[in-house]
């Protein structure tokens, strides 16, 4: 099956500064690339998402970006704020109908 | 317009016993999945129902299972708990297929 690596595990920035977390992935069939923000005692909410078809995609201060041949996206946040602070996971899945597999996650600290 | 809901947010229960938790999709959303979270193994895929009908299932145990209803409102049910049971299970739906909106959990300690 797809198996889903991502980093780093933690990351602290200064606020203001970017943010970049790294994921990779196995199976060449996946198409689809979500990113979930989840904050602590919440569900993971979806904040961009890109498919195979793209190789980039941005909505204000995130963007990803996509690269089929080395199988690989990443997440860019920038201008980060203390709101960004929260834990984040990549997902791959071969259609949006599909069963997602899961980065572990990145715990990202912004620091005032 | 209302998010997943899942009820109950917390559930404690002990060894050999069962539950069932529920979750509400977001109004007009026909398909349903079903994650279990833990620190130890992250997010895995448990089952994911369209029109009442199971589509996928993850690597889970027989002891987990799960339906949807008419109304897409769907449950999930796990027998014999086991202490690994523990965890958030995450229901999350989508309209047709293209971006999933997770509910908020249910935490089940199994004590």
Known sequence: GENVEQHPSTLSVQEGDSAVIKCTYS?????????YKQELGKGPQLIIDIRSNVGEKKDQRIAVTLNKTAK????HITETQPEDSAVYFCAASMNTGNQFYFGTGTSLTVIP | KAGVTQTPRYLIKTRGQQVTLSCSPISGHRSVSWYQQTPGQGLQFLFEYFSETQRNKGNFPGRFSGRQFSNSRSEMNVSTLELGDSALYLCASTPSFTQWFFGP????TVL
Not at chain 1, 27 to 35: K, Q, R, T
Not at chain 1, 72 to 75: R, W
Not at chain 2, 105 to 108: F, I, M
Request: glycine share 6%; proline share 6%.
């Open chain 1, 27 to 35: 199976d060449s069939a996946s198409n689809y690339f979500p990113w």
């Open chain 2, 105 to 108: 959990g249910t935490r089940l």
């Open chain 1, 72 to 75: 690989h996206f990443s997440l």
